[in-house]
């Protein structure tokens, strides 16, 4: 492997959990060459118009602008319609490009899946 070149997202896996919400679970980097397994499935959640979509961070080691930019990406296609966008699980690493970003506002961050789970049946409730 060349110097600056990373090895991309192992696995990227989508599992629908109760209401319609679903959760993509992102596992090694996410950068550039990885990116666009995960934008296909977060636009394909927006289009199928989904309540609300959980990225599980929490097995990401790299993240770049590229991940960033599909993470906006997707906050804005499901925002259209009023879907939801939730990343759990965000290491230091990871919190760092999303501060460096000016990020961590727009984004709704919750420590770990179970809470980012929690968080969508209390909206669900509220409507």
């Known amino acids: 492997m060349s110097q600056g070149k990373r090895s991309g997202i192992v696995k990227v ?12 679970d992102l596992e090694g980097d996410f950068d550039l060459y990885s990116s666009p397994k995960a934008r296909e499935i977060l636009l394909k959640l927006a289009k199928e118009k989904a309540p609300a979509v959980v990225v599980n961070l929490s ?26 966008l939730i990343l759990a699980g965000v290491n230091l ?14 984004f709704d961050i919750k420590e770990n899946e179970e809470q980012a789970l929690a968080s969508t049946k209390s ?5």
């Open 93 to 106: 690493k990871t919190m760092e490009v999303i501060k460096l970003a000016r990020l961590e506002k727009i």
């Open 13 to 24: 896996s989508l599992r629908q959990v109760n209401d319609g919400i679903s959760v993509i």
């Open 59 to 84: 097995k990401v080691g790299y993240m770049d602008s590229s991940g960033i930019a599909t993470l906006i990406e997707a906050l804005r296609a499901l925002g259209k319609y009023g879907g939801k």
């Open 123 to 127: 909206q669900t409730q509220q409507v």
